[in-house]
């Protein structure tokens, strides 16, 4: 499984963005996907999933109500709307999905989109 972000900028305070995560390869695999992120010195955190069955999702609670995580099967791209974004969502936002493998499961991720938010 590939992943391809894109999406991510500068805003001000206030304001939206709408993250895309384009996947392609063994999308058939995927059990769920989600969107996590990493601002400096501090580790990877998860933002929001979303099961491919059911479309069960989840929150870090410090975006409940602003962020909205979504899917559009036939185009295999998951997004992240983020409105209301505060200085403090600023980060590297990371795609992925957990694939089955085998008997396993494997984590994909890709490279990377940089959101900064300005005050």
């Known amino acids: 499984v590939q992943l391809v972000e894109s999406g991510g900028g500068l805003v001000q305070a206030g304001g939206s963005l709408r993250l895309s995560c384009a996947a392609s390869g063994s999308t058939g695999s995927i059990n769920a996907m989600g969107w996590y992120r990493q601002a400096p010195g501090k580790q990877r955190e998860l933002v929001a999933t979303?099961?491919?069955?059911?479309?069960?999702?989840n929150y870090a609670d410090s975006v409940k109500g602003r962020f909205a995580i979504s899917r559009d099967n036939a185009k295999n791209t998951m997004y992240l709307q983020m409105d209301s974004l505060m200085p403090a969502d600023t980060a590297v936002y990371y795609c992925?999905?957990?694939?089955?493998?085998?008997?396993?499961?494997?984590?994909?991720w890709g490279q990377g989109t940089q959101v900064t938010v300005s005050s």
């Open positions: 992925n999905a957990v694939s089955r493998v085998g008997f396993g499961m494997f984590m994909n």
């Open positions: 979303m099961t491919t069955t059911g479309g069960n999702t």
